[in-house]
């Protein structure tokens, strides 16, 4: 069993590297520099990298706005609730 097995690796392998082409994942150094192919390649790269940064950004700038906004909030109810105690003194309420 295991000669079975290891001869298909290495089938596999030897097969591999009969056609180079096959092995060589990389746009650049299967076509050229200058190919349109390649641009496209990098460019991909370029937005799969910035996608997660985007997310995480986006996330924590809702956060800090939604912090903003309730303590925006919060200051106007201090603020109102202030005013209602100055109409209405402690020696009014006692009359």
Excluded: H
């Excluded at 290891?6 to 060589?24: D, E, H, K």
């Amino acid at each position: 069993m295991k000669t079975k097995i290891l001869s298909a690796c290495l089938s596999g392998w030897v097969g591999l590297m009969i056609r180079p082409a096959i092995v060589s994942a990389c746009s650049v150094c299967l076509t050229g520099a200058n190919d349109p192919s390649v641009d496209a390649f990098n460019s991909s790269v370029i937005f799969l990298m910035a996608t997660p940064y985007l997310v995480v950004g986006s996330i924590g700038g809702w956060l800090v706005y939604s912090y903003r906004r309730a303590s925006k909030k919060r200051e106007q109810t201090d603020a109102a609730q202030s005013l209602i105690r100055l109409a209405v003194s402690q020696e009014e309420i006692g009359r």
